[in-house]
DNA sequence: CCAAGTTACGAGTCACGTAAGGATT
DNA sequence: AATCCTTACGTGACTCGTAACTTGG
């Protein structure tokens, strides 16, 4: 009797969209519907699945919304992949759009791009800065080649940035992490730090900059996030931590050549900063200069 | 233009059926439409992603239908897992229904359903063979709690069956992997093989039985296979390979006490016959008295 | 009492079915 | 010639928007 009518995307984009912004109006204008429409659809979806999703006044979701979200992004999240690969069956794209995190081995990307300069002066690159889940997406949808994208992992783990499979990726660096203080703070000194020893210590976080999800999910006892700063700019970052306000885990070179911000080596647990790149599986979007350049240039196989 | 609607379920569904039948008249019987709806779906489909995605006459897919097909199978898995997690939030069975593979460790299964038996004498089984696709969709949609799936992987390589993270998946066992011979073979009196040496051999393969598909990603040259069984009857493939028509990859354990059948164990490439537990991933789903004793009887960690 | 979601109802659209048309074997 | 897919067209269902209603802060 209930199956009358099967779940539609359309209702999923509506339940996303209301997650998203908290709210059914919001949703209602994000995607061009009237609220009413968007409460219907939520209706609808909560009819057919037999359970409440959105918790009203406030907005939030049930653990049932909230898995159903968790299903619902990826499932877009893979059409918008079946987009794109479609729409490159067989283009070539002869200049090549870049994403790139600010952490992202920047080095790499600079010395691959002035190869690819000197060896071929009439590619064109757009490169654009995005953090991580954006350059998913916009790898997902299309809207750039390649992306570059870096995180904090175990060594040899890979990122768990989308579904393996979907995506293409390749390792391309992994760099040691440090610990990042302020000069003056009381560990300064140590040679090494494990992450024990900062317990109940402060930190600043930084999402945009680093996605130190793999940290948490090793559950370090007590970490205390005192700041979190949710901008993109590395030397922002540095100065809050210069300024005392807390420790940062970054990669090690984040820290060469700062005087008030030190960066002492991570012992335990062990964690690496991780760079990698992203593509649609399609041998046409994997094939271009850029994305050759950058697996040459591998450090990791 | 042309995003004045989106992609939705119900037309990749009929693309599915489309293709699973090789028909659009099947598929609209399979789906309860018309012939017509179908078409216009499909043709709908096509002119949303602009290009073909279907032959006709006969119906084949053509190259972007074939992978639109491949997102769009993992799509439906997806909100199959959605459903049936949703579905079992805080509802834990009392009676299990477990799905396995006729290869996957039947030893293993039998010994955990005993002791489960001797230890709690009130809980209900029922269990269904299947081949692994369908194992994977029947924990998928909810058809049964857990599943005991096997196949063909490196050592320490889990089998690719579904995306990860979809569903949970548990290694329990590996065992080796021989080749499965007649005894009146001219190589079945060797004490190793590898799968160079028998090259352009004929084989038998099974695919219900064992999916040896990573046998084959590994590009073994020559690879002949001269007859294909698509039952799921282990005696009658062993009467297969017995009677001479080819020889057969099987777990180790297969051939023993078989005096028509010799199993030479195999050398290259390193491959092993590998046992998982698929559940959902919920605590419900997979806290079940059978799960539980299967992952205290696994050999792998 | 106001902001925000729900419900009732009417209108327009969109998708389905019927039936005729075409292509391929 | 038969089978099977496509196309044209009419009708019906469905979903959207308007507007009145309700609820919670």
């Known amino acids: 009797m209930s199956d009358t009518d099967a779940v539609e995307l359309r209702d999923l984009r509506a339940l996303l969209a209301v997650l998203r912004c908290e709210s059914f109006t919001g949703a209602a204008e994000e995607l061009g519907y009237t609220q009413s429409a968007i409460s ?17 006044r406030p907005v939030r979701p049930t653990a049932a919304g909230r898995r159903l979200a968790d299903h619902a992004t990826r499932v877009l999240l893979r059409l918008d992949v079946a987009r794109s690969e479609l729409g490159r069956l067989g283009h070539g794209p002869s200049d090549v759009r870049v994403a790139a995190c600010p952490l992202a081995s920047p080095q790499l990307l600079a010395a ?14 757009t490169l654009r800065s995005l953090d991580a889940a954006s350059a998913v997406r916009a ?25 393996a499979g979907l ?11 440090v610990v990042a203080l302020s000069a003056e703070h009381p560990l300064a000194c140590h040679a090494r730090l494990s992450l024990d020893s900062l317990a109940d210590a402060p930190w600043v976080s930084a999402p945009a900059l680093v996605d130190q999800r793999a940290v948490e999910r090793r559950r370090i006892a007590a970490w205390h996030e005192s700041l979190r700063y949710e901008g993109g700019d590395l030397s922002t970052l540095l100065e809050l931590v210069g300024a005392g306000l807390g420790a940062a885990l970054l990669p090690a070179w984040c820290c060469r050549g700062d005087r008030v911000v030190v960066g002492i080596p991570l012992g335990e647990p062990r ?18 200069p850029v994305a050759r350049e950058l697996r040459a240039r591998a450090t990791l196989s």
């Open 112 to 125: 691959c791009l002035g190869a690819l300069r000197a060896s071929d002066p009439y590619v064109r690159v």
């Open 40 to 56: 219907q659809q939520v209706a609808a979806l909560e009819a057919e699945l037999g359970q409440r999703l959105v918790e009203r």
């Open 167 to 177: 995506l293409a990726s390749t390792a391309l660096a992994e760099t040691p992490l």
């Open 271 to 288: 964690l690496v900063h991780r760079t990698e790149l992203l593509t649609l599986r399609t041998a046409e979007a994997s094939d271009n």
């Open 139 to 163: 790898v997902a949808s299309g809207a750039v080649d390649v992306a570059l994208v870096d995180g904090i992992a175990g060594p040899n783990e890979p990122l768990h940035l989308v579904d």
